[in-house]
């Protein structure tokens, strides 16, 4: 059974970090490019970062200004998005994606809140 399972989310005060980490299971993670995505209340899903299915190509959305690091551990089926210096507007629902060729799977989605 393809599972993706994410956690890390809470609230954070503004200018604090948080880490997220994406539990994949059931699929072959290390063949998989990864992304994460966000989703805040009345926002379309955007992509935040991604990174390649060995690790050596990242990307990352203009709008994170190089406060957030993807990083994977493919024998542990892991990926990782490190996030510092969140603002409010980081506040939204943070999904991981694992995609190759048509194939692609999602997980639940871990809340992330941003507030004094």
């Known amino acids: 059974q393809v599972q993706l399972v994410e956690s890390g989310g809470g609230l954070v005060q503004p200018g604090g970090s948080l880490r997220l980490s994406c539990a994949a299971s059931g699929f072959t993670f290390s063949m998989y490019a990864v992304s994460w995505y966000r989703q805040a209340p009345g926002k379309e899903r955007e992509l935040v970062a991604g990174?390649?299915?060995?690790?050596?190509?990242?990307t990352y959305a203009d709008s994170i200004e190089g406060r957030f690091t993807i990083s994977r551990d493919n024998a542990n089926k892991m990926v990782y998005l490190q996030m510092n210096s969140l603002k409010p507007e980081d506040t939204a629902v943070y999904y991981c994606?694992?995609?190759?060729?048509?194939?692609?799977?999602w997980g639940q989605g871990t809340q992330v809140t941003v507030s004094s």
């Open positions: 990174i390649s299915s060995y690790g050596n190509v990242k």
């Open positions: 994606n694992a995609k190759r060729a048509e194939l692609a799977y």
